[in-house]
């Protein structure tokens, strides 16, 4: 694809894992919101962490990005907004993050 160009339908590009969905034109920018909403509710030090992991798994061979996973994992299982989490979800209410 990267080195033909052609071009690839929007059933074909969710078929083979290009996107993962398409909606129609006229509900793109509301689906575009709904999935920004949802984004902007999660806390926002794991959003940011998460984003990072993903850059460092681009950039860095496989045992840099394990090593940086490894200490993600400690550093949020430690954070406040992990316990906020797991309380919010006990009490079955939305939880309520640190803004970052």
């Given amino acids: 694809m990267a080195l033909l ?3 690839v339908s929007a059933a074909e590009a969710a078929r083979i894992g290009l996107v993962s969905r398409v ?3 006229g509900d793109l920018a509301l689906e575009a919101r709904a999935i920004a909403t949802r984004i902007a509710a ?6 940011a962490m998460t984003k ?11 045992d840099t990005a394990l090593a940086a996973e490894a200490e993600a994992q400690g550093f949020a299982g430690s954070h406040p907004d992990h316990v906020e989490g797991l309380a919010a979800f006990m009490e079955k209410r939305t939880p309520s993050f640190s803004p970052e």
Avoid at 42 to 47: D, E, F, R, V
Avoid at 52 to 62: E, G, I, S, V, Y
């Fill in 23 to 25: 909606v129609p034109d």
């Fill in 5 to 7: 160009g052609d071009p």
């Fill in 52 to 62: 990072r992991l993903l850059a460092t798994a681009f950039d860095h061979d496989l």
């Fill in 42 to 47: 999660l806390a926002p030090g794991a959003t």
